[in-house]
């Protein structure tokens, strides 16, 4: 019960990397409210599941996956390249059911918080393209921040769920993110941040001078943006000037150079 009581307070700040795109002008006033708020909140979320994991509460079984959802789910397609660092996953391509990368390590970067926690893990090429680019936005003067990286299953598995028996179907695709479609759960990508926006996950971070050294220089690391702007329709996402997706360099400079999404360099529409 704990569980559910803690997923009632911040199952509504559960946007930002993980939001779907709304129809509404009403939704996303909304969404950049909460926005805002969504490191310290899925902070707060991610902290208190690992304190259930600890007891051994078995939440996430006690929560039937509703029919509507399993059809849902029977649509998308089961990547078939999980472990790649080429993987690709959207909201109509997803991860195997219970997958995790086999190599998480935590980089040796700063981070918005302090205590340990799984969120500040990455696939190890992924890790160390991480702190090589940290330490080049050092040298040239500037202060990146990693906010959140690797979200396990479970986690996302239980956000949604409950957000679908407790608010219905189209509340949790509004504002959760499909278990096994969030980049997060790959590895591969970190949530980056700096001082200068409080270390929120908002777009006014592509204003900063870390966010645009980011957008001119993360594809030397290996990294894109992965949610580019204007590129909604293609990608499912709102524009993410915050999320870093590691692909690998020869890939990822081919994404900056001709200006496309990870979607239009393996040729799959949204
Ligand atoms: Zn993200």
Not at 48 to 74: F, H, M, V, Y
Request: hydrophobic share 35%.
């Amino acid at each position: 019960m704990k569980f559910i009581t803690i997923l009632i307070l911040t199952s509504f700040m559960l946007i930002g990397c993980q939001q779907e795109p709304n129809p509404t002008d009403e939704l996303k006033t909304s969404e950049k409210r909460l926005e805002a708020k969504a490191p310290i909140e899925i902070s707060e979320e991610e902290t208190d599941k690992d304190e259930e994991t600890k007891t051994g509460d078995n939440t996430e079984e006690d929560i039937q996956l509703p029919e509507e959802d399993k059809n849902s789910n029977a649509e998308m397609v089961v990547v078939e390249n999980p472990n790649s660092i080429e993987v690709m996953v959207n909201k109509q391509r997803r991860l195997p059911d219970g997958f995790e990368p086999t190599d998480l390590v935590v980089p040796d970067v700063p981070f918005s918080f302090s205590e340990d926690h799984p969120k500040k893990q990455m696939q190890k090429e992924a890790a160390k393209a991480l702190e090589e680019m940290f330490d080049a936005a050092e040298e040239a003067q500037l202060e990146l921040v990693a906010a959140s990286g690797y979200r396990a299953y479970g986690t996302q598995k239980a956000i949604y769920e409950y957000n679908v028996e407790t608010h219905g179907q189209d509340y949790a695709n509004r504002f959760s993110a499909k278990p096994g479609t969030s980049e997060h759960q790959t590895g591969l990508a970190m949530d980056v941040t700096t001082a200068e926006v409080a270390f929120a996950l908002e777009q006014s971070f592509s204003q900063t001078d870390e966010g645009e050294w980011l957008e001119e220089h993360a594809h030397e690391f290996g990294f894109i943006i992965r949610y580019p702007e204007g590129k909604e329709s293609i990608t499912g996402y709102s524009y993410e000037p915050w999320h870093l997706r590691f692909i690998g360099e020869e890939i990822a400079t081919e994404i900056h150079e001709n200006s496309i999404t990870l979607e239009e360099f393996f040729g799959y529409g949204y």
